[in-house]
C-alpha cells in the first residue's frame, strides 16, 4: 500500500503551477501566487517550513565542522538543510517526494546555496551511499513514517532503517531524531495524531487494540509508531549506537523555545520552572509540567523526543 505525508501542504497540482510560474515570472511571483491558492493547507505555515530555522536550534549539539558531510533524511522542503548549509561542506538533501525535492532545490537555488545536493531515494533499507560517508544524520519526525512503506512489524523496520543509517555514517558519527512520545501528556488529554488520520488515544493504546481501533475508522493498518522514553532507547541500542542522549521541548519540536536533557530530572525541573514563570503556557501544558516535576518522571509524558546519538 502506498502512502502520502497526511499532513502535506502541497499537492501535485501546486507543484505544476508554481513551476509553471516560477520559469515564466521567477521566485517572487511563483511564491505570491502560491500563497493565494484556495485549497492550500494551512498557507501561513509555508515560509516556516521553508527558512524559519528556529526549529532546527538542535543543530548546535551536534559536533559539525567545515569539513562535515551531512545526509538530511526525509529533507521534505528543505528546511533542516537550508539551516545545515552554512555549518558544514556538503549536505545531501534526500527525499522520496518528486515534488518537494524539486521545490526545495528551487528554494536552495534562489537564495545561493550551493553546497547542497538533493537525492530522491525511496528506498531506506538500501540508501544511495557507500558505506561511512556521512559524519552526521539527521531524521527529523521520519523514522515514525517508515513502516508505511515497508513490510514488517514496526518495530523490526524501525531497527533495519537504522542499522541502514549506521552503515553509512562514519565511525563516531552523529545520528539525530526528532519524534513524538507515544505517552505523550497532549496525547494523553486527547490530541488527535496527524500520523494515522487524526485518531485520538491511538498511539499510548496497546498496538493491536490501536490497529484494530485504525482499521475499524480508516480502513488502514496502524504503523507509525511512536516509543515510549525507555523503549526509545532499546531500540536505538538494537541498532548498533550508544552515548545516546534525549531531549525535549517547550512546546512542541516545530516550535519551541526551550530545549531541554530529559536524562536530567534536576535540570527538567528548573526549566520547568522557568517556562511556567515566563511563557505563555496552556492549562494542559502547565498541569503537565507541574505533575511531571512534582513526580520528577517528566520524561516519561514529554511530547516530543530529540535523539542525539553515537555509532558504536
Known amino acids: 500500500m502506498t502512502y502520502r505525508y497526511s499532513k502535506d501542504h502541497i499537492g501535485t497540482q501546486h507543484y505544476d503551477e508554481f513551476f509553471r510560474n516560477l520559469d515564466a515570472h521567477g521566485w517572487k511571483t511563483a511564491m505570491d501566487r502560491l500563497m493565494t491558492l484556495q485549497d492550500i493547507i494551512k498557507p501561513q505555515k509555508i515560509s516556516m517550513f521553508l527558512s524559519d530555522q528556529r526549529r532546527n536550534d538542535f543543530i ?10 551531512v545526509l538530511d533524511y526525509g529533507s521534505g522542503w528543505g528546511n533542516t538543510t537550508f539551516t545545515l548549509a552554512p555549518y558544514c561542506k556538503q549536505v545531501v538533501a534526500m527525499e522520496a517526494d518528486h515534488g518537494r525535492l524539486r521545490f526545495s532545490a528551487a528554494h536552495f537555488a534562489h537564495r545561493g546555496v550551493y553546497n547542497v545536493t538533493p537525492v530522491r531515494s525511496g528506498n531506506a533499507l538500501s540508501l544511495p551511499f557507500r558505506d561511512n560517508s556521512f559524519d ?17 512489524p514496526p518495530e523490526e523496520v524501525h531497527k533495519q532503517v537504522l542499522t541502514e543509517v549506521r552503515r553509512v555514517l562514519k565511525s563516531n558519527g552523529t545520528l539525530q531524531i526528532s519524534i513524538e512520545n507515544r505517552f505523550g501528556y497532549a496525547y494523553l488529554l486527547g490530541k488527535r495524531d496527524h500520523h494515522c488520520g487524526g485518531l485520538r488515544w491511538a498511539p499510548f493504546l496497546p498496538r493491536p487494540l490501536a490497529n484494530l481501533y485504525s482499521w475499524l475508522w480508516l480502513r488502514q493498518p496502524y504503523r507509525t509508531w511512536f516509543y515510549s522514553y525507555g523503549r526509545l532507547r532499546e531500540v536505538i541500542s538494537g541498532a548498533g549506537f550508544g552515548d545516546t542522549q534525549i531531549y525535549s521541548y517547550f512546546h512542541n519540536h516545530v516550535r519551541y523555545s526551550h530545549m531541554y536533557l530529559l536524562d536530567d530530572e534536576a535540570n527538567v525541573s528548573r526549566k520547568a520552572h522557568e517556562i511556567l514563570a515566563n511563557q505563555r503556557v496552556t ?18 509524558i514529554a511530547q516530543d523526543f530529540m535523539v542525539v546519538t553515537k555509532k558504536n
Do not use: H
Not at 548546535?60 to 558531510?69: H, I, K, R, T, W
Not at 552526521?136 to 514488517?152: D, K
Not at 492549562?283 to 516519561?300: H, I, S, V
Open 60 to 69: 548546535f549539539l551536534l559536533p559539525l565542522g567545515e569539513e562535515s558531510v
Open 136 to 152: 552526521a544524520v539527521i531524521m527529523n519526525g521520519v523514522l515514525e513514517w517508515t513502516p508505511r512503506s515497508i513490510n514488517g
Open 283 to 300: 492549562w494542559k501544558d502547565r498541569l503537565a509540567y507541574r505533575l511531571g516535576c512534582r513526580l520528577r518522571q517528566f520524561r516519561w
